[in-house]
Nanobody, 124 residues
Framework: QVQLVESGGGLVQAGGSLRLSCTAS????????MGWFRQAPGKEREFVAA????????YYADSVKGRFTISRVSARNTLYLQMNSLKPEDTAVYYC?????????????????WGQGTQVTVSS
């Protein structure tokens, strides 16, 4: 059974930091592109960041560039999102996802596997 399990969400004040983790199981994800998406209440799920299979290429939404860092440890099937200088508008449920084709896509429709999400709330 393929599973992606996120952790590390919580409540933080504006300007603070959080580190999200995503642990994958059920198959090897070492060749997948991995990504983070988020969904705020009443809004569509949006791209946050992605990383290719080797970790050598990373992609960010303009809204988080310079504040968030995506990384992975493929040997551990683990994905991370370091979030610094958090803003109230970063409040959302954050999801990790895997794209088995290995494309470096910003579209949620390209990702086949999804976690259940972890809530991040940033207070002003």
């Amino acid at each position: 059974q393929v599973q992606l399990v996120e952790s590390g969400g919580g409540l933080v004040q504006a300007g603070g930091s959080l580190r999200l983790s995503c642990t994958a199981s059920g198959r090897t994800f070492s060749r997948d592109t991995m990504g983070w998406f988020r969904q705020a209440p009443g809004k569509e799920r949006e791209f946050v960041a992605a990383i290719n299979w080797s970790g050598g290429s990373t992609y960010y939404a303009d809204s988080v560039k310079g504040r968030f860092t995506i990384s992975r440890v493929s040997a551990r099937n683990t994905l991370y999102l370091q979030m610094n200088s958090l803003k109230p508008e970063d409040t959302a449920v954050y999801y990790c996802a895997a794209d088995a084709s290995g494309r470096s896509s910003r579209s949620r429709y390209e990702y086949e596997y999804w976690g259940q999400g972890t809530q991040v709330t940033v207070s002003s």
